[in-house]
């Protein structure tokens, strides 16, 4: 089955720095890549996706890249902000699949 | 429009004990899942279910079953609970490719 391996486990930038998470999977078939923030105590949160046909999306501040031949995919936060704050998780699934999620990068930004 | 909810939100059980942790969405979707959440573990797939009537286990089935009782609900239970089921879990629901989840359900096995 898909693996999906994501690094850093946790991040520390001062406010007003980027960050950047970066995952890789294993299954070549997977095609949709989605990234969930989850606050402390709260539900994960879809906060951007990302097709296999397309190579990058942004929405504001937060950006995503597909490497589809070397199968790895990155979250780009600028300009960050003691509300980025929170858990991230990467997720990998072919089609309209079930999701393998990764094991979660901590983003603490300092004031 | 609640989206997904789940009940309770807190329960400690004691080893051997039963219980179902229910999840019910409004938003006519089509698929259910599962989660477990565990320090550093990221969210771990327990069961699904792709339609009303279908279910199928995920990476960590072992220990549950699940009921989908209509297209609106879809419940987990734990036949006789044991201290590695301490976790958060977390149902969640699809119409397409986003999984919109509930608020959770914080269980502690003693």
């Known amino acids: 089955g898909e693996n999906v391996e994501q690094h850093p486990s946790t991040l520390s930038v001062q406010e007003g720095d980027s960050a950047v998470i970066k995952c890789t999977y294993s299954d070549s078939a997977s095609n949709y890549f989605p990234w969930y923030k989850q606050e402390l105590g709260k539900r994960p949160q879809l906060i951007i996706d990302i097709r296999s046909n397309v190579g990058e999306k942004k929405d504001q501040r937060i950006a995503v890249t597909l490497n589809k031949t070397a199968k790895h995919f990155s979250l780009h936060i600028t300009e960050t902000q003691p509300e980025d704050s929170a858990v991230y998780f990467c997720a990998a699934s072919k089609g309209y699949s079930t999701l393998t999620f990764g094991k979660g990068t901590m983003l603490l930004v300092s004031p | 429009n609640a989206g997904v909810t789940q009940n309770p939100k807190f329960q400690v059980l004691k080893t051997g004990q039963s219980m179902t942790l229910q999840c019910a969405q409004d938003?006519?979707?089509?698929?259910m899942y599962w989660y477990r959440q565990d320090p550093g573990m990221g969210l771990r797939l327990i069961y699904y279910?792709?339609?009303?009537?279908?279910?199928d286990k995920g990476e960590v089935p072992n220990g549950y079953n699940v009921s989908r009782l209509n297209k609106r609900e879809f419940s987990l239970r734990l036949e006789s609970a044991a201290p590695s089921q301490t976790s958060v879990y977390f149902c969640a629901s699809s119409g397409g490719s986003e999984q919109y989840f509930g608020p959770g359900t914080r269980l502690t096995v003693t």
């Open positions: 938003m006519n979707h089509n698929s």
């Open positions: 279910s792709a339609s009303e009537g279908t279910t």
